[in-house]
């Protein structure tokens, strides 16, 4: 199985090599295409009004001076033209990517990037908390997460979305698949501040955002100490609104 790797952190984010390790378990053809540097919160970005640079770093591992979709789209095209990967893996993030945090995370869409392309993606991302206890989860529970994933069926244009819970390995209860949950980002923090030449600036807060834990979301799996896995589907048409809208054009 051919495998390409890449995130939203960067080449050599600690999450990254955890990647590594997890996926050199699935395969011994693994391939590394990931930004050079952070790009946390790129979301599905492509570069496209300056030039991006690719550079080896040694046998089929490169940075890529752009975001997470750059990187992707950047190995597919120079590297598999005529043998693409089987899987394409993105993380371990260092923080969750849960809810609506989705159509920020460059981890995700580098995964999404994949799924564009016709290949199986998965996101891997780690929730992180005071605890101490790093990518303990990641590391023990991603292969068993991966291989039922890679053996089932997925639907086109489609990826799923793993997190692991902020606990040691045996402390996870378990595994559940559950649907999308929901932010509320009205409550977001902003700094407001004046720079050394007394311009104003502003920065946006990383405060915890409020949630509701509904039943059978990414958010309560996680704050229950499951690992979430949801399917995520790149269609973004609500297609209960479609009637509704035609009749309004066309009374």
Known sequence: ??????????????????????????????????????????????????????REHGEKRFSVTGTPTDSVNLALRKFFNDTPPDLIL????????????????????????????????????????????????????????????????????????????????DAVKGIRVVRQGFHDYTRGSLVEATDPRGRPYFWFGLDDIEHSLDHGTDLEAISEGYISVTPLQLDLTHYASLGALGESFNP
């Not at 570069?47 to 640079?53: A, D, N, S």
Request: glycine share 8%; proline share 6%.
């Open 1 to 54: 199985m051919r495998i390409l790797l890449s995130n939203d952190d960067g080449i050599n984010a600690p999450g990254f090599a955890v990647l590594e390790e997890i996926a050199r378990q699935l395969s011994d053809d693994v391939w590394v295409c990931a930004p050079a540097e952070e790009n946390s919160g790129a979301g599905h970005s492509l570069t496209l009004h300056q030039p991006v640079r690719l």
């Open 90 to 169: 993105s993380g371990v993030n260092n923080g969750e990517n849960l809810a609506d945090d989705v159509t920020y995370s460059g981890t995700v869409s580098a995964a999404m990037e994949g799924a564009l392309a016709g290949i199986r993606s998965i996101a891997l991302s780690q929730a992180m908390r005071n605890g101490g206890h790093g990518f303990a989860a990641a590391q023990e529970w991603a292969l068993k997460v991966l291989r039922p994933l890679i053996d089932m069926p997925m639907p086109k244009r489609s990826i799923v979305n793993v997190n692991f819970p902020p606990l040691a390995a």
